[in-house]
């Protein structure tokens, strides 16, 4: 029961982050691709800010794993 | 780095400017500059009106070069060499040329295109023709029938059905449907009906929504009658679009260097009639004033001396003189460090007097995407790869300076992989007995994690201490001083954590945090209520490199994943193919998300602490070229 409930918490740590950094990057990525369309210039800066969100889910990872090595 | 610039006022006899321009256009040296202030007796050269009528007719010139160059396929090529000395006469001989040859060329290309399409056209037709050729054949004779064609998609088959049904509501036996299956994706109809009840019919396909294939007119006034019209056209189609793009080839071939030649030429003579207004005259003088690197102002003086001797003299103009000024930007980076300039790209250049930090993404970058990727075998097809894109990319373009960058990257991720252990993830420490040198990344997470935060440590202590340098360079004292703060206390933060996790010894505990409460009010002080918040910031960005840990270990689990799947093949050849094909699909992914997120680090975090945007970049006044070529000072 308590592997379940750590496995549990570490799929949560990673889930949600994953979910909030998917929401947030399908809408940069979609005012990104706009962007592009009149300025191609932008291109690097859309890049880093389609990166941006991914720290959630990396921060995320990284708890998760915490979880797993706490719990052995 | 960022060359040092210097300003430079080139003056001369009012009859010479032109001589002069040329001169500086063949150097290529001098960053025009507007002069502010013309003075009491200076004014700004206006163009003459002949001169701005010239300027236009020679952009319409250009267009119909470039038009015809576009359509020969010559566009992006250039003349190898020094550019060739130009007459008026010769402007006006590629003038003609351009103007005579752009309809020509034009319809050549117009024909062709048209040839093209009725070759599609044609062949959208042939499986219909083909299936029903004996119908079609016989259909003129039918006298008292109707007879329409149809062509539905196989997932619309259903609709055929649906037909059938309410035809033979409406018509009883009074038709006939023939269907057949084509290879693709489409299925034909042939529907055959008294002509008494062709109206009705029409209606029935109206409602089922079936639509019948439109004949175009050009080949006749139904299928029957164009059916052999088409079936000839496209037996001699390919002769005509062949003896096209032949007469294109000639052409090309006989004008397309004069072509190439009218261009450089024309867009020279434009650059200097729109260099012109740069200068400042007085009734017998000229002035140009411009930026030059500081190391290239000898060239120019030896240059105009040799040309004009003493009648036009360089001046070079104090700092002082230009202290309000934003000169432009020219990086000047040695040999290993130059292709990560093009990392650079992405971003607006530096401004002048800050810092250039292509140096020190030369060494992170690489560092970063090795250690993320870290697989001796990844690294070798990184390299691989960037040898190929090497040679098939010409010097100086963006493409060449990328895959020097890789190789390099390629090089950083075999060291880590050596470090790590791994070959295709596990697979060179199962087969071979590759032995990790540092740590085993599948076990040893956390140690992954500090390695990754203490490099990320690192990064934004060095980018703190350029932002002192540069807000110095600025002369933004109070940001300096800020900086300062802030490195001090991530210090003094620093060994407080290493203390408490009993790295370093306890007695150093309580003097690091004195410092950090000592150290808040003082960078409130210098940077406003925000700077507490700026702290917490930048200690945010320092956690932020846990990335590197993270993907890493995604990095070295899917390889690891691939190789299971490998051995589940349970086949030899299955085995290495799915193995293949997973570590190529890691591959991708493992060269993807390591640029990204290094150039992420370095632009959001790196560069946050210290780097100003907003120079202007260095363009010299010089003779065209194509755009891709180098340009290198």
Redesign the interface.
Known sequence: METAVIALAAAVAVGLPALGTGLAQSRIGAAGAASLVEKPELTGAIIIMLAIPETMVILGFVVSVLIMLQAG | MILEMEKVRILGPRPRIHDTLLVLQDTGLLHLAHNREPGPHLEPLQLAPNQREERQSLRRALDNLQICLALLGHAYEGLAGAPMLTQPADLDRWSVLGRQLRPVVEDLRASLADLEEEQALIKKYVPFLRTFEALLRSERSWTNAAVYHLVLRREDAELIGQLQKSLEAAFGREFDLFRQDLPGEEVVLLLVVTRRVARAVERVLNEVRVEEVPVPASFGRSLADAAPVMLERLEVIPAEMAGLRAEIERLSNRYGLELQRGRAAMRDRIAELEALPFSLVTEHAFVIEGWLPAREEAKLRHRLASDFGENVIVEAMTPQAWADEDPPVLLGNSRFVRPFEAVM???PPPRYGSVDPTPLVALFFPLFFGLILGDVAYGVAVIALSLLAHTRSDEGSLMHSLSEVGAVCGVAAIAFGLAFGELLGDLGHREFGLQPLVLNREEA??PL?GLAIGLGFIHILLGLALGVVSARRMHDRRKARARALTVGMLLAGGVDILALLGYLPHAVLLPAAAGLVLGLPLLVHCEGFIAPVELLSTMGNV??Y??L???G??SVMLAVVANQLSEAAGHLLLGVLVGLLFHMLNLVLGVFSPT??S??LH??EFFGKFYVSGGVPYRPFTHWRPEGEATST
Do not use: C, D, F, G
């Open positions: 790209k992405l971003l997470l956390l994690l956690l932020s846990a990335r840990m993270a993907l270990t995604a990204i997120h150039l992420r632009y959001v």
